[in-house]
């Protein structure tokens, strides 16, 4: 994957690239900034740069850059950053006043670019975001930095625009890609400059999680530029409401009698945009599956590899899941989102990494892996929808997946970290206190980020949550109702109504678990539980328990007689 990364002065450009990069266990450095300076703001800022970077980092300061990339095309590689480097360009040949064509540069770094065949990050300021002064050279530059941007543009995979730390995907641009496609480059030219020089030695690779390659578009995860961008919700039929509203009150009971059963089927005919409501025929449920980096610092009872070992009996049809799905009429899929196993292509196929980082410590996914996400999430609405689905519940599957659930609800709804942690699987009073300190040390690191849903998801859900707040937005979208399951989809259900606001008006939560979050989250909501029956297993268990009840309040709408029919007087 080759990556432009524009941005102006201190936009947070140079941060967001070193997130892309996140899960390489080496990261070649090449900084183009000048290695001596007296400017000591200057050197401020290669400081904490430097700080910044851990110790799998190898700097190489050289302004050489296309021969680096020749040199070693596989080794992740950042580029920090293209400005340097025009103006180091600019120095070398007495371009700034002088009429210096550099065409012949910009295709050698474009041809290195386009040969590189590991993961490249590229960082360069954007023309008109940083400060040019009004003067022949610094229009020069300007002139020439567009150019170059361009340039590089033309063959990367990528391209984003980092403002104020907030980072906006760029469209492809079709006609320039096809131009330069057809331009030749130019055969490769030296580039003047120091040799360069190691500034540190090579570091021992240290073990990361495997990343998922990003299949084309319409294959596997789809394409997810402007995942998190979701349209404007409409909300259900309200005439329809009040048509199933009025039904209500000619059916042969006293009014009201059947109390919360008559609001459901009043809110399915809203969803429906029909009265009476037509029974559900194609139930789907999805079970999204992942483990969780921060299972491996013993805040479950359970050990993650029990998460494939799961994904596979769900697969097989033996899980509670199945089970209740099989009672209710409903089909049930799995997909792995980020298991730290390999499991079946076909359960595999929206795979977005394996594992997650620790959520304490570090961002469970990159900005790129949460927006592949919640892509894979709309994506698996759409072919259900479109296969003829009219009823949704998300289920889960993942070892420690509650405590990326309490940070999410605690961060969401301001409670303290040991009002929403629970019990989960079962854990004693030592494995509590490593789960309440696990979530102390998320909320800490998201308190900035709650009001950025993508932000939010890329630093604590991982890629299963991230994935179900998809799902949930992406099924409002297209008007089709949800029932929601328990604390791990509720969390990712309160992301999902800030990604897409007013989703949660196609919504129903189907019960209420022993997990304290889970409350906190559906008041949050406002949302009223079909059903408390004490379960906290997840997998779509609780959402499969209220199924039953939510299609007898369809039949109860469409099928009971009304007074006239039935020759009943007092209606």
Not at 3 to 9: H, K, M, N, Q, Y
Not at 277 to 304: E, I, K, M, N
Not at 404 to 413: K, N
Request: hydrophobic content about 45%; glycine content about 8%.
């Amino acid at each position: 994957m080759r990556s432009l990364i524009l941005g102006g002065v201190r936009s947070g450009k140079s941060a967001h690239g070193e997130s892309l990069l996140r899960g390489s266990s080496q990261i070649r450095y090449i900084a183009t900034g000048p290695v001596l300076s007296s400017d000591a703001d200057w050197t401020a800022r290669v400081d904490a740069h430097r700080a910044r970077r851990s110790a799998k980092y190898l700097t190489v300061e050289s302004i050489d850059v296309a021969g680096l990339l020749r040199t070693d095309s596989a080794t992740a590689t950042l580029v920090d950053d293209l400005g340097n480097w025009l103006a180091a360009a600019l120095d070398s040949c007495d371009g700034w006043t002088g009429d210096v064509d550099l065409s012949h540069i910009y295709d050698e770094l474009a041809s290195a670019i386009a040969a590189f065949d590991g993961d490249l990050v590229i960082i360069s300021p954007e023309v008109g975001l940083s400060v040019v002064p009004p003067t022949p050279a610094g229009r020069r530059f300007q002139d020439e930095l567009g150019r170059l941007n361009t340039a590089v543009a033309r063959v990367c995979d990528r391209v984003d625009l980092v403002v104020a730390g907030r980072v906006l995907s760029l469209p492809a641009d079709s006609a320039a890609a096809d131009s330069a496609a057809a331009e030749p480059v130019s055969a490769p030219a030296s580039v003047p400059g120091a040799a360069p020089i190691v500034a540190a030695a090579a570091p021992a690779p240290l073990p990361a999680p495997d990343v998922a390659p990003l299949p084309a578009p319409g294959i596997g995860v789809p394409d997810p530029t402007d995942a998190e961008n979701f349209p404007r919700i409409d909300a259900p039929d309200v005439d329809a409401a009040e048509r199933a509203r009025q039904r209500q009150l000619t059916l042969t009971k006293p009014p009201g009698s059947l109390g919360r059963l008559e609001e459901i089927g009043n809110w399915v005919a809203a969803c429906q945009g029909t009265c009476p409501p037509r029974q559900f025929s194609q139930p789907r449920v999805v079970v999204f599956a992942g483990d969780h980096g921060v299972a491996r610092t013993g805040v479950s009872a359970f050990p993650p590899e029990v998460t494939a070992q799961m994904v596979a009996n769900i697969a097989s049809g033996g899980a509670a899941v199945n089970v209740l799905a099989r009672r209710s009429g409903a089909s049930v899929q799995v997909f792995d989102m980020s298991v730290d196993a390999d499991t079946s292509p076909d359960v595999a196929r929206f795979k977005v990494r394996r594992s997650s980082g620790n959520l304490a410590v570090e961002d469970a996914l990159s900005i790129d892996e949460a927006r592949r996400a919640l892509a894979a999430g709309r994506a698996i609405v759409d072919e259900l929808v479109d296969a003829g689905a009219d009823l949704l519940i998300a289920g889960e599957m993942g070892i420690g997946n509650t405590t990326p659930a309490a940070v999410l609800i605690g961060a969401l709804t301001g409670r303290e970290p040991v009002a929403v942690v629970g019990r989960g699987t079962g854990v004693d009073d030592a494995a509590w206190n490593r789960k309440t300190a696990a979530i102390r040390d998320g909320m800490w690191r998201v308190r900035r980020l709650v009001d950025d849903p993508l932000a939010l998801l890329a630093a604590v859900a991982g890629a299963d949550l991230t994935a179900m707040a998809g799902f949930l937005a992406q099924a409002a979208v297209r008007r089709t109702p949800v029932i929601v399951d328990g604390v791990v989809v509720t969390a990712a259900a309160l992301v999902a109504n800030l990604l897409a606001p007013g989703a949660v008006d196609w919504w129903i939560a189907g019960h209420k678990s022993t997990e304290p979050a889970h409350a906190f989250a559906l008041d949050l909501l406002r949302l009223e539980p079909v059903v408390e029956l004490s379960m906290r297993l997840g997998e779509g268990s609780g959402a499969l328990t209220a199924l039953p009840i939510v299609a007898a309040s369809v039949d109860l709408l469409s099928s009971m007689a009304t007074f006239d029919e039935a020759g009943v007087s007092g209606g």
